[in-house]
């Protein structure tokens, strides 16, 4: 969600979780299920993970969701208003 919408601090993304009935729906999250710590957050962030390729793992199943659907083709690819051959 941090990523997604722009939020950069732990700390808020515990806040909007905590009032935004979407966020936790994205979550898998009832509206009576306690909200991690934020703390908690940014322990995983920094020490779970460390080490792990799990960011690249999550953004290619992703791409290749995409794919998978017709949603891109992978041929073509937009940087910073750059024209690239993928």
Same mark, same amino acid.
Do not use: M
């Given at each position: 969600i941090g990523y997604l919408f722009g939020i950069r601090s732990e700390r808020q993304i515990?806040?909007? #979780? =905590?009032v935004n009935v979407a966020y936790r729906w994205f979550l898998g999250l009832r509206l009576t299920?306690?909200?991690?710590?934020?703390?908690?957050?940014?322990q995983n962030r920094r020490r779970r993970f460390a080490g792990?390729? #799990? =960011?690249?793992t999550i953004f290619d199943t992703i791409v290749e969701q995409a794919i998978g659907h017709g949603l891109i083709g992978g041929r073509?690819?937009?940087s910073d208003s750059t024209h690239l051959k993928a």
């Open positions: 515990v806040r909007e #979780i =905590e299920d306690k909200i991690p710590d934020a703390s908690t957050l940014s792990t390729d #799990i =960011e690249q073509v690819f937009y």
